[in-house]
């Protein structure tokens, strides 16, 4: 008695690209492409880039950065039309013995940003304190959320 030859005849199931694994594909890439476009640099030809908050409320847009270390008369903080630039240096502090590991930024740094909407250049303010730079721009009078009453 003759045994049956049996065939490996297995083929993949194609199947259709299910909508939630291209929903999911588009996302990915839309998050990947919103955060390549939000993320700054670590470092630039200008410098580090520290890190910064901004801030944005009716009347204002605040800006904080964290610049420990730095002083006052480092900082060059200028402004022209909805651009902001924030420059200066963090300077190395003198050495007696051998640096055996450095892991803080020293050197110039570099922030810039343009507002969204139109603010008022003469009416900038900024303080320093506990190695945060806060700079609070105030919005143009036209670009600020009116509340209307409902008589």
């Known amino acids: 008695m003759a045994l049956p030859v049996r065939r490996n005849t ?19 890439q839309m998050f990947d492409l919103f955060d390549r476009a939000w993320r700054q640099p670590l470092w630039t030809e200008a410098g580090f880039v520290p890190a910064a908050d901004l801030e944005e409320t009716d009347k204002e847009f605040i800006v904080e950065i964290e610049l420990p270390g730095v ?41 810039e940003v343009t507002f969204p909407a139109d603010v008022v250049e003469d009416n900038v303010e900024a303080t320093y304190a506990d190695g945060i730079l806060t700079i609070v721009v105030p919005k143009a009078e036209a670009e600020r959320v009116r509340k209307i009453q409902v008589k």
């Open 71 to 111: 002083k006052r008369e480092d900082i060059d903080i200028q402004i022209s039309g909805r651009h902001l630039t924030v420059t200066g240096e963090r300077k190395e502090k003198e050495r007696v013995g051998v640096l055996r590991r450095r892991t803080r930024t020293v050197g110039r740094f570099h922030y």
């Open 10 to 28: 297995f083929e993949p199931q194609v199947f259709e690209v299910s909508p939630f694994t291209e929903f999911d594909r588009l996302t990915r």
